[in-house]
């Protein structure tokens, strides 16, 4: 039986990381091993003060146990690939290992006042988009749908955290050929 896992680099949000195995246990119906995970340090890039998301997905795959049909990785280290000022998050699409990060999605990032289920259902919405993508997902046109394209906050409050029924017949075939 393969797995997937979910782990945490060390200074991530524990709740989140609980709220997010939650959440793609029951999505993927796939059951959800812990891991620990090393920090992120050496993809940290001093120039634009974030960290690399390619080099974390390099880590991950060398880390990836060999039980896990997938490996999702939860940080508060602020995401990059160099095209694009930020990542929330990143994948292999249709590999095995995927990232998110916690560092945009709380409303103090935003100068609001904090309110910790909004950012739990945000992380679980992105934790589904990365996860997603391993799956062989890729973005969708519909709006609410968690593979639908995120580029600011806005668009992850519009979504649900929950795939649409196309998105979810495209997963169901994907996981039975895993
Ligand atoms: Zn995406
Ligand atoms: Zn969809």
């Known amino acids: 039986m393969k797995h997937l896992y979910v782990g945490a680099t060390p200074e991530a949000d524990p709740e989140a990381l ?8 029951s999505e993927f119906g796939v059951p959800v091993r812990e891991v ?35 490996l999702l990785a939860v940080t508060e280290r602020d995401l990059f690939i160099p095209v694009l000022t930020f990542v929330f998050g990143h994948a292999q699409l249709g590999g095995r290992v995927a990232v998110i990060s916690l560092a945009r ?26 996860t997603g993508h391993t799956f062989g997902l890729v973005h969708c046109p519909v709006e609410r749908c968690a593979m639908s394209l995120a580029t600011g906050i806005r668009h992850i409050d519009l979504k649900n955290a929950a795939f649409c029924p196309s998105c979810a017949a495209r997963l169901k075939r994907s996981s039975r050929e895993s």
Request: overall charge negative; glycine content about 8%.
């Open 105 to 130: 999605l709380r409303q103090e990032f935003y100068g609001l006042p904090p309110d910790r289920d909004v950012f739990l259902e945000r992380a679980s919405k992105e934790a589904l988009h990365e």
């Open 18 to 25: 609980t709220a997010v195995r939650a959440r793609v246990g």
């Open 36 to 70: 620990e995970l090393p920090g992120v340090e050496f993809a940290y890039d001093a120039g634009r003060n974030q960290y690399g998301s390619i080099p974390v997905l390099e880590m991950l795959s060398r880390c990836c146990p060999a039980d896990a049909l997938k």
